[in-house]
């Protein structure tokens, strides 16, 4: 062999194994699709919501206000600490940059913890328990019943709670198909149910509630001390200035200062003034939207008493503040399980979410097999059966035979479970019962001139009584209904 001739098989064989691997077969495709990364649940988040960092920052769509109230206070804090601070901290304390460094930095912390973070989202139904709350209010029922009746009304839908003695209702939302629960309300931008809803703040650019309401509060106390303070110590600059200068030659030497004494002067008003109404609403244990639509009374004797109030300050407060944070109901970083055929329920009317048409149609088809078969077994079983009161001393009739064993013990009408019987569907189940039509075509049944006489008529010794007589044409015309029974079911079935 020369070194010429064995290299060329061994480059076939290493071509070919690579052809293998490299080539890949029709049943290869559906795994290599199974392989792609699962959609996580907030990519199909069905609110007007925008998502940043893998789901971890959760916002309102309309978010513009919020950049201008970033560009407010960087710009305001970034010129104080700039032109106001280094000539502050030389003539009076280097503690003002430092506590205008604190209060920046927890305006900051509380501004982004109250936009990025969830406001306490209320999960919408899926369809099943959508399908569940619909046939519970019996809305399925009514629309039914009323397309064919006039004056259809449909159902209340709110439900009763009482809470410390005040009956609460709890209001039907027919987006997220959710009976909401107490101070819970809708978000018309967002498009959400919010737990603890207070307001949409388009200047930190989501919704208010149960989970950042604490946050929100912080900020707008912690911006209205910040805001404060700035103006203040801009004042005081100025003053300082112009003192050694004059004031036109003050103005002159730090224009930021007047830049920041404008903006914090206009500012200023809206802010302690919300900060003072929210510290309002904490103390009472109210929120925003309970307060403008004047739902209670901070009166506790009045009929529409404040049944959230604990009827202290400082324990509202501590409730508001202080309490435990309840984590977020949506999991919009969890991933989305594949869809599993769901098990089909009782048949009650109300189409099963999941189930296809064909699906249906199958179900169909095979209980109406399993209920032709469960009647044509009960309509022959009586063909198989033999009258109990005949016994192996009476004649039986000419041309008919006598069936005996185990199916003589069974009462005359009684159709056997579908158990005991063969399985009707395969063809020789039906020529089973088909043939009976030639079997029954051979007999010769009497007629009312072969009949024997009366009883005080017949001779002595002899075997048929009347009563047997009339046993046997009962028989026979029991077994000629029968017979047409078993055809017209199975002409049906075939159909």
């Not at 049943?27 to 199974?34: D, F, G, N, Q, R």
């Not at 004047?294 to 409730?319: D, L, M, Q, V």
Request: charged share 15%.
């Amino acid at each position: 062999m020369t070194p010429g001739g064995g290299s060329g098989p061994m480059k076939d064989c290493e071509y070919s194994q690579i052809s293998t691997h490299s080539s890949s077969s029709p049943m290869e495709s559906p795994h290599k699709k199974k392989k792609s990364v699962p959609k996580r649940k907030w990519e199909v988040f069905p609110g007007r919501n925008k998502f940043f960092c893998n789901g971890r920052i959760m916002m309102a769509r309309q978010t513009g206000v919020f950049y201008l109230t970033l560009v407010l206070i960087l710009v305001t804090s970034g010129l104080f600490f700039a032109f106001d601070c280094p000539y502050l901290s030389e003539k009076i304390t280097p503690a003002i940059p430092a506590i205008g460094g604190i209060l920046f930095f927890f305006v900051m912390g509380t501004l982004l913890r109250t936009s990025f973070s969830d406001p306490g989202v209320l999960p919408r139904a899926t369809p099943d328990e959508a399908a569940d709350l619909e046939r519970q209010i019996g809305n399925t029922e009514d629309i039914a019943n009323g397309s064919s009746s006039g004056g259809y009304r449909p159902p209340p839908r709110t439900k009763e709670v009482i809470i410390n003695g005040q009956t609460v209702k709890l209001k039907y939302c027919f987006t997220c198909k959710i009976f909401r629960p107490p101070r819970a309300s809708h978000c018309s931008l967002c498009d959400n149910c919010v737990e603890r809803f207070d307001h949409h703040c388009p200047w930190v650019g989501n919704c208010v509630g149960k989970r950042n309401y604490r946050f929100f509060y912080m900020f707008i106390l912690s911006l209205s001390f910040l805001t404060v303070f700035i103006f203040a110590f801009v004042i005081t600059h100025v003053i300082l200035r112009s003192q050694q200068t004059g004031f036109l030659n003050a103005l002159k030497d730090s224009p930021a200062s007047v830049l920041e004494a404008v903006v914090c002067f206009f500012s200023v008003w809206s802010i302690v003034g919300l900060s003072g109404f929210h510290t309002y609403l904490i103390s009472s244990n109210q929120t925003t939207n309970e307060d403008i639509k004047g739902s209670w009374s901070n009166k506790r004797g009045k009929e529409n008493y404040n049944p959230y109030s604990y009827g202290n300050i400082f324990t509202n407060c501590c409730a508001a503040l202080c309490g435990p944070l309840s984590p977020s109901l949506i999991d919009r970083r969890g991933f989305i399980q594949p869809d599993t055929p769901q098990l089909a329920g009782p048949s009650n009317g109300i189409t099963m979410y999941g189930a296809t048409q064909s699906q249906s149609n199958m179900c169909d088809q095979d209980q109406c097999i399993q209920s032709t078969k469960f009647v044509l077994q009960a309509a022959a079983t009586p063909l198989l059966q033999s009258e109990p009161s005949i016994t192996s001393e009476e004649l039986p009739l000419p041309g008919k035979t006598s069936i005996s064993g185990p199916c003589a013990a069974l009462t005359l009408g009684q159709p056997t479970p579908p158990s005991s019987m063969p399985n009707l569907t395969s063809d020789s189940g039906l020529t089973d019962i088909i043939p009976l039509k030639e079997e029954h075509e051979g007999h010769q049944f009497l007629t009312p001139e072969e009949a024997p006489s009366p009883p005080g008529m017949l001779p002595s010794g002899s075997p048929i009584t009347h009563s047997h007589t009339m046993h046997v044409l009962s028989l026979a015309s029991q077994d000629s209904l029968h017979e047409d029974s078993v055809r017209g079911l199975v002409k049906l079935s075939s159909v």
